[in-house]
C-alpha cells in the first residue's frame, strides 16, 4: 500500500513563503495521484490541490489560487507544494493523500473519503 510522509511544515510570517514535501513509497501501480489537503480543528478537510504521476492535473481550491503550486519530481517519489504569501489563514495541518491505478484517473475531481492512503500530517502556522 502507499506511505506517504510529509515535512517542510513550520511558522513563517505573513507574506513569507514555504515548501512542503510529501515522499511516497510502497508503489503497487505506475499511474497515481497525490493531493493535498488541509484542516483546522472543528473545520473539515479541505482540498488544497493535486497532481497525477503525469504532471497533467493540477486542482486548487480557489482561497489558494495563484498562490500556491503544486509539483512532483518522480525520480524522487516526492510531491512538493509550494505557498508563496501566506496569510493566517493558511494555518492548519496539511496532509497529502495518495491513490494509486484506475482511480487515480479521477480521484483528483473527489474529496477526501476518496483516497485510501494518507501522511500523517504537517503543521504550517502563519503568524508575526
Known amino acids: 500500500q502507499l506511505q506517504l510522509v510529509e515535512s517542510g511544515g513550520a511558522l513563517v510570517q505573513p507574506g513569507g513563503s514555504l515548501t512542503l514535501s510529501c515522499t511516497a513509497s510502497?508503489?503497487?501501480?505506475?499511474?497515481?495521484?497525490i493531493a493535498w489537503f488541509r484542516q483546522v480543528p472543528g473545520k473539515e478537510r479541505e482540498g488544497v490541490g493535486c497532481?497525477?504521476?503525469?504532471?497533467?492535473?493540477?486542482h486548487y481550491a480557489d482561497s489558494v489560487k495563484g498562490r500556491f503550486t503544486i509539483s512532483r519530481d518522480k525520480a524522487k517519489n516526492t510531491v512538493y507544494l509550494q505557498m508563496n504569501d501566506l496569510t493566517p489563514g493558511d494555518t492548519a495541518t496539511y496532509y497529502c493523500?495518495?491513490?494509486?491505478?484506475?482511480?487515480?484517473?479521477?480521484?483528483?475531481?473527489?474529496?477526501?473519503?476518496?483516497?485510501?492512503?494518507w501522511g500523517q500530517g504537517t503543521q504550517v502556522t502563519v503568524s508575526s
Open positions: 510502497g508503489f503497487t501501480a505506475d499511474y497515481y495521484a
Open positions: 497532481i497525477t504521476s503525469s504532471g497533467g492535473t493540477e
Open positions: 493523500a495518495g491513490e494509486e491505478g484506475g482511480r487515480a484517473g479521477f480521484v483528483c475531481y473527489k474529496g477526501p473519503s476518496d483516497f485510501s492512503s
